[in-house]
């Protein structure tokens, strides 16, 4: 079988594809992952099949480690499929589209004058981007051209030659959508630009043009895209379709888009024009805390734990009678107490959530969720514990050891090329991804304790004081480091019996 080119799409996909290649340069988005590629692109594609919007999308990579889904993407000219699968309305659902929306497609880090030409694109509207937690966060660094490591320090620098290129002009901002699982996260990327453009000493005209004639959109973004199916079921189907596609997505039905912004945006992003479930709103605070401490806290607290313990994907931990009733226990009786709002509406959300874990068609892996856990849980689960911790209470039994688990699993070893793992309690090794900053500091902690370190409280409290780690120290609550202790030690026990 010959690999997914535009000599595999039929008459109108064809066009599709024809018409993006020669549309103008709309959107920037920083983020080549599954995330976007099933969840914003797939909806741009929507926007464009029905003629709402008139652009396409130049992407690239937020750090080096994503060069090889940009080579693929490149070597594929920008497409690939798209498999939709589950229930809907009570049917199954699977749907197979390829997603025909890019224009440009480069590695930022080989092709850095690219990158600068097209943030002085008058074209350019709109930067969408998927970073994790870890990308909109403020690291000290020099102003060098090719050089600039973080994602907000790039697009501060960006903005300037936008700024300088077009002499300060009102109508040449731009407006940002980032998709980080981050409370406030278009407020906190502003913030962090305005922050790298101060320690930079650019013109107080040019930040003063970021606040005024730029715009930072909080969202919030709700669907599971789990990304290359199995080995197997991927075989199965391009042996029907008759090409291979390296970059074979699969996602679920559900979608979600909450973003907080003025109606009349919807005349620049047709979004609800083209039927998508999105939503406008002055207020995305209880769409964010109810999703991010109920489906995304469940995912942080069952990644580790289900690693630890040999089990590999979401659907595997929720079907395991013994992991399976935990799950349910923290989520009815721990997360859902840290969430105001309306019990039955709070209690309805974590069944669809638990509904959409059971998908049988998709394959969502722990490894993947694992991907730096450490910010996850400072924005996913992190926040549950201090509901109970600032009250005085003590955190109760399945976040403790959801927690011992996350702390368990980073344990870890580095090795000459950098890399990062760990052992699970079964003997297997695991590759554990995450910033290499937090990750040598872990290491160290980890290290500098004694055989049978987990014994100690000594490297517990090491741990939760450092507040890079979490935003706080966290050694406040004796009683909450000497019930992570058990759980260390308990499987310390295991392990050396």
Same mark, same amino acid.
């Given at each position: 079988?010959?690999?997914?080119?535009?000599?595999?799409?039929?008459?109108?996909?064809?066009? $599709?594809?024809?018409?993006?290649?020669?549309?103008?340069?709309?959107?920037?988005?920083?983020?080549?992952?599954?995330? @976007?590629?099933?969840?914003?692109?797939?909806?741009?594609?929507?926007?464009?099949?029905?003629?709402?919007?008139?652009?396409?999308?130049?992407?690239?990579?937020?750090?080096?480690?994503?060069?090889?889904?940009?080579?693929?993407?490149?070597?594929?000219?920008?497409?690939?499929?798209?498999?939709?699968?589950?229930?809907? %309305?009570?049917?199954?659902?699977?749907?197979?589209?390829?997603?025909?929306?890019?224009? +440009?497609?480069?590695?930022?880090?080989?092709?850095?004058?690219?990158?600068?030409?097209?943030?002085?694109?008058?074209?350019? /509207?709109?930067?969408?981007?998927?970073?994790?937690?870890?990308?909109?966060?403020?690291?000290?660094?020099?102003? /060098?051209?090719?050089?600039?490591?973080?994602?907000?320090?790039?697009?501060?620098?960006?903005?300037?030659?936008?700024?300088?290129?077009?002499?300060?002009?009102?109508?040449?901002?731009?407006?940002?959508?980032?998709?980080? $699982?981050?409370?406030? +996260?278009?407020?906190?990327?502003?913030?962090?630009?305005?922050?790298?453009?101060?320690?930079?000493? @650019?013109? !107080?005209?040019?930040?003063?043009?970021?606040?005024? #004639?730029?715009?930072?959109?909080?969202?919030?973004?709700?669907?599971?895209?789990?990304?290359?199916?199995?080995?197997?079921?991927?075989?199965?189907?391009?042996?029907?379709?008759?090409?291979?596609?390296?970059?074979?997505?699969?996602?679920?039905?559900?979608?979600?888009?909450?973003?907080?912004?003025? !109606?009349?945006?919807?005349?620049?992003?047709?979004?609800?024009?083209?039927?998508?479930?999105?939503?406008?709103?002055?207020?995305?605070?209880?769409?964010?805390?109810?999703?991010?401490?109920?489906?995304?806290?469940?995912?942080?607290?069952?990644?580790?734990?289900?690693?630890?313990?040999?089990?590999?994907?979401?659907?595997?931990?929720? %079907?395991?009678?013994?992991?399976?009733?935990?799950?349910?226990?923290?989520?009815?009786?721990?997360?859902?107490?840290?969430?105001?709002?309306?019990?039955?509406?709070?209690?309805?959300?974590?069944?669809?959530?638990?509904?959409?874990?059971?998908?049988?068609?998709?394959?969502?892996? @722990? #490894?993947?969720?694992?991907?730096?856990?450490?910010?996850?849980?400072?924005?996913?689960?992190?926040?549950?514990?201090?509901?109970?911790?600032?009250?005085?209470?003590?955190?109760?039994?399945?976040?403790?050891?959801?927690?011992?688990?996350?702390?368990?699993?980073?344990?870890?070893?580095?090795?000459?090329?950098?890399?990062?793992?760990?052992?699970?309690?079964?003997?297997?090794?695991?590759?554990?991804?995450?910033?290499?900053?937090?990750?040598?500091? %872990?290491?160290?902690?980890?290290?500098?304790?004694?055989?049978?370190?987990?014994?100690?409280?000594?490297?517990?409290?090491?741990?939760? !004081?450092?507040?890079?780690?979490?935003?706080?120290?966290?050694?406040?609550?004796?009683?909450?480091?000497? +019930?992570?202790?058990?759980?260390?030690?308990?499987?310390?026990?295991?392990?050396? /019996?």
């Amino acid at each position: 079988m010959k690999p997914l080119s535009p000599l595999s799409l039929n008459a109108e996909q064809r066009a $599709l594809h024809k018409a993006v290649q020669s549309a103008p340069t709309t959107i920037l988005q920083i983020g080549e992952g599954n995330f @976007l590629r099933g969840f914003f692109d797939w909806m741009i594609q929507q926007c464009i099949k029905q003629g709402l919007f008139h652009g396409s999308i130049a992407v690239v990579q937020p750090r080096p480690s994503g060069k090889a889904n940009i080579e693929k993407l490149m070597e594929q000219q920008g497409i690939y499929t798209l498999v939709t699968q589950g229930i809907r %309305m009570g049917r199954a659902v699977m749907e197979r589209e390829i997603i025909s929306v890019f224009s +440009n497609i480069f590695d930022p880090y080989e092709d850095w004058n690219r990158l600068t030409a097209l943030a002085v694109l008058p074209s350019l /509207q709109f930067v969408v981007s998927n970073t994790t937690e870890a990308g909109i966060a403020y690291t000290a660094e020099p102003l /060098q051209e090719g050089l600039i490591a973080s994602f907000p320090g790039k697009l501060a620098h960006l903005l300037y030659l936008r700024y300088q290129a077009f002499d300060g002009c009102p109508e040449r901002g731009l407006t940002f959508l980032p998709c980080e $699982l981050l409370e406030r +996260n278009g407020d906190a990327l502003k913030q962090t630009i305005l922050r790298h453009a101060t320690d930079w000493e @650019l013109p !107080a005209a040019f930040k003063d043009w970021v606040m005024k #004639h730029n715009v930072f959109l909080n969202t919030l973004v709700d669907r599971i895209v789990t990304g290359y199916p199995d080995a197997k079921q991927a075989q199965a189907w391009f042996h029907k379709w008759g090409y291979t596609d390296q970059l074979l997505c699969t996602t679920e039905p559900y979608y979600l888009w909450v973003i907080e912004a003025k !109606a009349d945006m919807e005349m620049r992003l047709p979004l609800q024009q083209a039927g998508l479930h999105v939503l406008w709103t002055d207020d995305l605070r209880p769409y964010q805390t109810r999703k991010v401490r109920i489906l995304n806290g469940a995912h942080t607290w069952m990644a580790p734990l289900g690693l630890l313990h040999g089990i590999d994907d979401v659907r595997s931990f929720l %079907m395991d009678e013994e992991w399976g009733t935990a799950l349910r226990e923290v989520v009815f009786k721990e997360l859902i107490p840290t969430v105001s709002g309306n019990v039955d509406s709070l209690q309805l959300y974590a069944e669809q959530v638990l509904e959409r874990f059971a998908n049988p068609f998709l394959c969502h892996q @722990l #490894h993947d969720i694992a991907m730096n856990s450490l910010s996850k849980a400072r924005v996913r689960l992190l926040p549950s514990i201090v509901h109970y911790l600032d009250q005085g209470k003590t955190v109760p039994p399945q976040l403790v050891l959801g927690f011992a688990a996350l702390l368990r699993y980073y344990k870890v070893e580095k090795h000459e090329d950098g890399s990062y793992t760990g052992m699970s309690l079964h003997g297997k090794s695991y590759s554990v991804r995450d910033d290499a900053e937090l990750l040598e500091r %872990m290491a160290e902690l980890w290290k500098q304790a004694s055989t049978g370190s987990a014994q100690h409280l000594d490297t517990i409290h090491a741990i939760l !004081a450092e507040e890079r780690f979490w935003g706080r120290a966290m050694c406040d609550s004796p009683s909450f480091a000497a +019930n992570l202790a058990e759980w260390l030690q308990y499987w310390e026990r295991g392990i050396s /019996q």
